[in-house]
């Protein structure tokens, strides 16, 4: 059985082909268009991968999603009237791409195979966000068993989850809601650092060892609230997410010495203090969040995904000092791997079809899954 997973629309979009469980070709639109995160239809990443796989151009049996339009059009709505009158600038700017792209997936997805002379196959699925995240994480993972923690901006509802996976098998347990969320906390410094949002995260983590972690206590006092089962809560009133344009507010630049950093201008020691205290915070968070989930499911063994997964930092020290044996990390941590997970969600889950693990060798071909050139 031959199933494309897709990821595509908002950033980092992708293509993977999993032919009866085995993930044959996956790639990143970006690296043939050589647009840094390119969210347009990942027409060209799609043809690499069935011909990577060989594949005529009717031979495909079933396309998947990485995650659910109209549930995410749900949450837009919601939020825009919740804080409304003043989210109702933003809302009118986002809502031309929805009307006009966005709430009509299925319809892209046929126009544009069918415009590479690829026949739409019957069956077309979609995956929750964090789901595809998890099933990512979970099935080329080495482990016949393990816990599982995703990490993001947001998906559909959900910001994080805490689930299981076991076999074939892949169970969400708990999961933390929009607007309160890690993967936006952090994307709120980058952007007042002067990064590019959904972007320049990197940066940002690669700026910390060079500051001195003096707001820390500004973040736990103001912004944060940490609960003892590894969730948290956002004091919104600092942030623009909600009801503007930004990401952060005029408070927010209040707490922390003035404000945001314009692009491209002269990087000060404000702002490598702040990278370093909200580092310091992503770090004590997603510790929490590990030694919850541990709780939560009594496995040795934890499987990571998510924007947040892409923290390397954080993610050492989950391996140093978290209660967890083993550590695996999706290569593709971030959206792009979520086609890799929307497929293998259609063969295990949807198709029954068992899964085979052997506690050493993962499925992800150490990565290596895209085009491949010779020296020459």
Not at 243 to 259: H, I, K, Q, V, Y
Not at 286 to 311: F, P
Request: aromatic letters at 10%.
């Amino acid at each position: 059985m031959n199933i494309l997973g897709i990821s595509a629309f908002y950033h980092d979009s992708a293509a993977a082909l999993v032919r009866d469980g085995r993930i044959i070709a996956a790639a990143q639109e970006e690296r043939f268009t050589r647009k840094k995160h390119d969210s347009g239809f990942p027409m060209h990443a799609i043809h690499y991968c069935m011909a990577e796989a060989g594949l005529g151009k009717d031979e495909l049996d079933a396309v998947a999603f990485y995650d659910k339009p109209l549930t995410k059009f749900g949450r837009v709505v919601q939020t825009y009237f919740g804080v409304a009158p003043r989210g109702l600038r933003p809302f009118m700017m986002a809502l031309p791409i929805w009307v006009k792209q966005k709430l009509w997936i299925p319809l892209q997805i046929e126009k544009a195979l069918l415009g590479s002379g690829i026949r739409m196959p019957d069956r077309l699925y979609f995956a929750e966000h964090h789901e595809s995240h998890a099933a990512s994480a979970f099935f080329p993972s080495p482990y016949k068993s393990a816990a599982i923690l995703t990490v993001d901006g947001v998906g559909e509802w959900a910001t994080s989850s805490m689930g299981r996976g076991e076999g074939n098998r892949v169970e969400i347990l708990k999961e933390l809601r929009f607007p309160h969320s890690l993967g936006l906390l952090y994307s709120a410094f980058t952007y007042f650092t002067g990064f590019k949002v959904n972007s320049g995260e990197y940066k940002l983590m690669g700026l910390a060892p060079y500051g001195a972690p003096k707001y820390v206590d500004a973040i736990l006092d103001n912004l944060v609230e940490l609960c003892e089962d590894g969730s948290f809560r956002l004091n919104l009133s600092y942030f623009g997410y909600l009801d503007g344009l930004t990401m952060t507010n005029a408070r927010f630049s209040e707490l922390f010495d003035g404000p945001p950093r314009a692009p491209e201008t002269e990087i000060t020691q404000r702002e490598m203090d702040l990278a370093r205290s909200i580092q310091a915070v992503t770090e004590q968070i997603v510790m929490r969040m590990a030694r919850a989930v541990q709780r939560l499911t009594g496995e040795t063994r934890l499987c990571l995904a998510g924007g947040v997964g892409l923290n390397c930092v954080a993610n050492g020290r989950v391996l140093r000092e978290g209660p967890f044996e083993d550590l695996w990390i999706q290569p593709a941590a971030g959206d792009a791997g979520g086609a890799v997970g929307a497929a293998l969600v259609v063969w295990h889950r949807v198709e029954g079809q068992p899964r085979d693990a052997d506690e050493v060798n993962d499925r992800m071909n150490g990565g290596y899954l895209g085009p491949s050139f010779s020296d020459e």
